[in-house]
T-cell receptor
């Protein structure tokens, strides 16, 4: 079975740092993706982790611990445009992704 | 265009009618996926096409749902005898291949409302 959990909502202040957690329990694992989705728009790819550790890409970083079934997305120097839903997705079979329900992030001035 | 294109962007129809949703993947992408996103829920995998291989239909919720793809181009998702629980955003994605590290690129989706 699949179980991917992430907080429903988070609020953070412009300029701050926020960490969005994702825990998963899956019968197979071929990597974990983070996507950003603004309301009414397509999800856009942010990061991919398959090995343990931290992947840094500009203001966004993603961490994975396979033994703990745990990942987080770290957003630094928050901007108002970062207000969006952040989707954690696990690749089981190499193609189909299993998504969590998403975390709605609100960045306030 | 450079991205995944879906049409229509919105569709309102009466319960019991058939609907057809269209997806134009990014040129050169051999893999194509359909997902459903119900209000307040995560994206739900429906079907996957890879080149000329048999599609993976394991996510289709009932036999009212079907999808086709011609070669490595356009795909259509058909829902017959629509029900109110079919109301959702239907998202199409494509990727360069089936390898697990290939990110999927999504279209803006079709918002389907069943009255």
């Amino acid at each position: 079975g699949q179980n991917i959990d992430q907080p429903t909502e988070m609020t953070a202040t412009e300029g701050a740092i926020v960490q969005i957690n994702c825990t998963y329990q899956t019968s197979g694992f071929n990597g974990l993706f983070w996507y950003q989705q603004h309301a009414g728009e397509a999800p856009t790819f942010l990061s991919y982790n398959v090995l343990d550790g931290l992947e840094e890409k500009g203001r966004f970083s993603s961490f994975l611990s396979r033994s703990k079934g745990y990942s987080y997305l770290l957003l630094k120097e928050l901007q108002m445009k970062d207000s969006a839903s952040y989707l954690c997705a696990v690749s089981r079979s190499g193609y189909a992704l299993n998504f969590g329900k998403g975390t709605s992030l609100l960045v306030t001035p | 265009g450079a991205g995944v294109s879906q049409s229509p962007s919105n569709k309102v129809t009466e319960k019991g009618k058939d609907v057809e949703l269209r997806c134009d993947p990014i040129s050169g992408h051999t893999a194509l996926y359909w997902y459903r996103q119900r209000l307040g829920q995560g994206l739900e995998f429906l079907i996957y096409f890879q080149g000329n291989s048999a599609p993976d239909k394991s996510g289709l919720p009932s036999d009212r749902f079907s999808a086709e793809r011609t070669g490595e181009s356009v795909s259509t998702l058909t829902i017959q005898r629509t029900q109110q629980e079919d109301s959702a955003v239907y998202l199409c994605a494509s990727s360069l291949g089936w390898a697990s590290n290939q990110p999927q690129h999504f279209g803006d989706g079709t918002r389907l409302s069943i009255l």
